[in-house]
């Protein structure tokens, strides 16, 4: 089955730092990936939509500027936190499909903290 | 954004129990998702509805594509304990290039042996 890995599962980084995650499509190739954001007992936030070798669209209220995606290849896609700040403390997870698949499929998370 | 009506929010049952759960929408959709979310993962995809009315099997599982297209349902049935954990649900209408999922807020499912 289609297997998305997600690194780190968790990281802690002090204020104004920067943090890049990075989601990876291990047995095909993702065209879209899908970048989401959830806080505690709720659901899942979408922050952008990115295609490979374009730019990312990002959902209202999220700041390009903030959360840098790349998605320079099928099998990779970076989320970059900049100057982060202790409510960028989140758990960040990304999902990928590709053209064959009709769902995308999730990596494990990133538990961010913000210190 | 626009979220999906999930209940229960929780539920507290015992081993062996059926389980069911169910989603409601104002708005029509062409894809109903249910996803299975265990502490500190991301979600697993568990079933997949694309036609209303279809009702769709998954071991223990069983869900439906409500004949509306702004409902479905989750049952599990005889519960075990592996089956703790957070159960959403997501829409999507597939209109042009909008792929977007809606989701739910979640019941978290709570299984006593």
């Known amino acids: 089955g289609a297997v998305v890995s997600q690194h780190p599962s968790r990281v802690i980084c002090k204020s104004g730092t920067s943090v890049k995650i990075e989601c990876r499509s291990l047995?095909?190739?993702?065209?879209?990936m899908f970048w989401y954001r959830q806080f505690p007992k709720k659901s899942l936030m979408l922050m952008a939509t990115?295609?490979?070798?374009?730019?990312?669209?990002?959902e209202q209220g999220v700041e390009k500027d903030k959360f840098l995606i790349n998605h320079a290849s099928l099998t990779l896609s970076t989320l970059t936190v900049t100057s982060a700040h202790p409510e960028d403390s989140s758990f960040y997870i990304c999902?990928?499909?590709?053209?064959?698949?009709?769902?995308?499929?999730f990596g494990q998370g990133t538990r961010l903290t913000v210190v | 954004g626009q979220q999906l009506n999930q209940s229960p929010q929780s539920m507290f049952i015992q081993e062996g129990e059926d389980v069911s759960m169910n989603c409601t929408s104002s708005?029509?959709?062409?894809?109903w998702l249910w996803y299975k979310q265990d502490p500190g993962e991301g979600p697993v995809l568990l079933i997949a509805?694309?036609?209303a009315g279809e009702l769709t099997s998954n071991g223990r599982l069983t869900a439906q594509f409500g004949i509306t297209r702004k409902d479905s349902f989750l049952n599990i049935s005889a519960s075990i304990p592996s089956d703790v954990g957070i159960y959403f649900c997501?829409?999507?209408?597939?209109?042009?290039?909008?792929?977007?999922?809606?989701w739910g807020l979640g019941t978290s499912l709570a299984v006593n042996p």
């Open positions: 990115s295609n490979e070798g374009s730019k990312a669209t990002y």
């Open positions: 997501a829409g999507r209408l597939n209109a042009g290039n909008n792929r977007k999922l809606i």
């Open positions: 708005s029509i959709f062409n894809t």
């Open positions: 509805l694309y036609k």
């Open positions: 999902s990928a499909r590709d053209l064959q698949s009709a769902e995308a499929f």
């Open positions: 047995d095909f190739q993702a065209t879209t």
